[in-house]
């Protein structure tokens, strides 16, 4: 059974930093796709940041220069640093594991649960 568990979401002032962290079981990270994806109340899920199966990056506009996401093969565990934090960033953070099934590159997404971060202005 494949599980992803975020955890680090809170309450933090404009400016402020947060690490977000997601640990996975049940499946290995590395040659995989991971990834956070965010939904803010009345709007879409959309994407935040994506380390890739070859781990290249790609950040969503909004948060390029004040995010970064990293992993941990080893720990089988993926971080989100958000600095820089604003109230347009509120919303539930979702981590993402896009499992490659085989060599034609069909995939699986796993999704956790959600952790809520709330920026105060």
């Known amino acids: 059974q494949v599980q992803l568990v975020e955890s680090g979401g809170g309450l933090v002032q404009a400016g402020g930093p947060l690490r977000l962290v997601c640990t996975v079981t049940?499946?290995?990270?590395?040659?995989?796709?991971v990834g956070w994806y965010r939904q803010a109340p009345g709007k879409e899920r959309e994407l935040v940041a994506f380390?890739?199966?070859?781990?290249?990056?790609n950040y969503a506009a909004s948060v390029k220069g004040r995010f970064t996401i990293s992993r941990d093969n080893a720990k089988n565990t993926l971080y989100l640093q958000m600095n820089s934090l604003k109230p347009e960033d509120t919303a539930v953070y979702y981590c993402t594991l896009r499992f490659i099934i085989n060599v034609e590159g069909a995939y699986k997404d796993y999704w956790g649960q959600g952790t809520q971060v709330t920026v105060s202005s």
């Open positions: 380390s890739s199966s070859a781990e290249t990056t």
């Open positions: 049940g499946r290995k990270i590395m040659g995989n796709g």
